[in-house]
């Protein structure tokens, strides 16, 4: 092989060798971009979150302490004195959240949903704020107008569906905005309607 045949031979090598470490680099930057989003952008992740009737529940279910469980319960009735939706009639009520499941509010020309449930998270490391929910009927939609529940589930203040996988299951996974109030855009919010990035809640194992 002449001289520059070989020269040639490896130039070529240099480019391959180049083109590698460049293909790298931009997947090694694409796969840190993507963490960085999910880090910044919370409806990249799912909320592992459990959903219990009340302390006793959580209890028994030998997934939090009992302090925490009962701790967890008290904030939950807390924000439902706070937060639960009103509604000028009970007739309206009901027929967002089930016949029998209203009661008249103060002052008394307001009704409210009773508290159904609470959801905290699976763990106290995600620091999730106790939330309460309440039932929604069947046939009656999220929080954007759409999406109608085919069968009776829980909802948040702020309208989003919070459902535990069935059966005897208490778990569930769910986008941050479903139970993070800050992330939705407040109690009561309606400008930024968002539940996540499908607005539905998601069955989870265990």
Known sequence: MSSQ?????????????????????MLGGAGIAALELARVDPSQRMEDV????????????????????????AAARRTYAEAAPTYPSKDLCEAQHGVGECRSADPGDRFVPFMAAYVVGATAAQKLDPQPL?????????????????????RT????PVNPAGGSSSA??????????????????????????????QGGGG
């Open 134 to 154: 309440f039932r929604a009927a069947s046939g009656t939609s999220d929080v954007r107008g759409f999406g109608a529940f085919a069968q009776p589930g829980y």
């Open 157 to 160: 203040s702020w309208g989003c």
């Open 5 to 25: 045949g070989r020269k040639d031979e490896l130039d070529e090598g240099g480019r391959s060798k180049r083109s590698q470490v460049v293909t790298l680099v």
């Open 50 to 73: 459990r959903i219990y009737p009340d302390a006793e529940a959580c209890v028994a279910a030998w997934v939090r302490t009992e302090a925490e469980c009962r701790a967890d319960y």
């Open 172 to 201: 569930a996974r769910v986008p941050p905005a479903s139970v993070r109030p800050a992330l939705f855009g407040g109690f009561g919010a309606t400008g930024r309607a968002v539940c996540g990035d499908d607005g539905a809640a």
